[in-house]
């Protein structure tokens, strides 16, 4: 079946430390896409990348980075300079109006 | 910069009545697409109904309507017949049509309780 893979699952952070979050696609969509969730809050675009090798800072991009060296993955790497990195991490990706989402990855930090 | 408002954090309803979320946003633009996301417990992000604001008719997907009033920026989610499972976090979402600017604006989200 078609979708949107995220992994882990859930995922633990050790101070000074980058953890990278994984997300695939197979459904052949060109746009991609990492928000941010935090509890009482709706999600917030921290990066997205509309062709490979290309992608745009969200609204608060500080502190991650991304690559999109091939179309079915967009991996977000959360960086030592993200100081408060303790959220839900949702990938999605579009090809026209729709966003099709996976199913996150918690990030908490020891 | 768009901005989307839910003014309801939480609601409730008894399961088979019908319940409305309100959702209103700010925009200068005359074009863009409009969503209603559904969050079950799962934490899934779960594609409900989109309304395209050239479209005067409003979009309806089996026991979920939209109320869309483009002159009032309003954009409400109508459920009929709740069930049990329509229990969730709601969110409301914005979307420019321009290409290469495709990212969603989200409300801060509305948890429906459905009561047995």
């Known amino acids: 079946d078609g979708g949107i893979t995220q992994s882990p699952k859930y995922l633990f952070r050790k101070e000074g430390q980058n953890v990278t979050l994984s997300c695939e696609q197979n459904?052949?969509?060109?746009?991609m896409y990492w928000y941010r969730q935090d509890p009482g809050q709706g999600l917030r675009l921290i990066y997205y990348s509309q062709i490979v090798n290309d992608f745009q800072k969200g609204d608060i991009a500080e502190g991650y980075s991304v690559s999109r060296e091939k179309k079915e993955s967009f991996p977000l790497t959360v960086t030592s300079a993200q100081k408060n990195p303790t959220a839900f991490y949702l990938c999605?990706?579009?090809?026209?109006?729709?966003?099709?989402f996976g199913d996150g990855t918690r990030l908490s930090i020891l | 910069a768009q901005t989307v408002t839910q003014s309801q954090p939480e609601m409730s309803v008894q399961e088979a009545e019908t319940v409305t979320l309100s959702c209103t946003y700010d925009t200068s633009e005359s074009d863009y697409y409009l969503f209603w996301y559904k969050q079950p417990p799962s934490r899934q992000m779960i594609l409900v109904i989109r309304?395209?604001?050239?479209?005067?008719q409003n979009a309806t997907e089996n026991r979920f309507s939209v109320n869309f009033q483009k002159a009032a920026k309003s954009f409400s989610l109508k459920i009929s017949d709740s069930q049990l499972g329509d229990a969730a976090m709601y969110f409301c979402?914005?979307?420019?049509?321009?290409?290469?600017?495709?990212?969603?604006?989200f409300g801060t989200g509305t948890r429906l309780t459905i009561i047995p």
């Open positions: 979402a914005y979307r420019t049509p321009n290409f290469g600017n495709e990212k969603l604006t």
């Open positions: 999605a990706s579009s090809i026209g109006r729709a966003q099709h």
């Open positions: 459904l052949n969509h060109d746009a």
């Open positions: 309304q395209e604001a050239y479209k005067q």
